[in-house]
């Protein structure tokens, strides 16, 4: 399976980077769980042998990333029409809360309506001599 030698390729890089980066080159155990519980044993490759057999293969070369647009400079509103456009905002908010509740309680009540219709038209079962 391709997944476990990718897997285990992984965890030796990741086991080998630690230990280069910290300068140890013991076990990971900590001192107070060395004896509580074992450390599984993962094989430990060098650096370089993991990295050449990940290297992904392109067709063509990545393209680098285009410079980012700079955005237009935009004008600050004024205090009138950041209070106006506030107003507007939470009146069409209310408008629409108002909608929801409206249509809520409408179906609702349709729900109810063919309910209790749908209780009405059932008959008791026949009763058995």
Not at 14 to 39: I, N, W
């Amino acid at each position: 399976m391709k997944w476990i030698r990718e897997r285990d390729a992984l965890i030796a890089q990741t086991l080998a980077f630690v230990q280069s980066v910290s300068g140890r080159k013991d076990d990971f155990r900590q001192p107070d769980t060395a004896v509580a519980a074992p450390v599984p044993v993962a094989e430990i490759v060098s650096v370089e042998t993991v990295t050449v057999a990940f290297e992904p293969q392109y067709a063509d070369p990545p393209q680098p990333a285009p410079p980012p647009q700079q955005p237009l400079p935009v004008a600050p509103p004024r205090a009138s029409d950041f209070r106006s456009e506030m107003q507007a905002r939470i009146a069409n908010f209310r408008k629409h809360q108002e909608r929801f509740e409206r249509e809520r309680e409408e179906y609702c009540a349709a729900t109810l309506t063919k309910l209790r219709a749908a209780i009405r038209e059932v008959r008791p079962p026949p009763v058995q001599k």
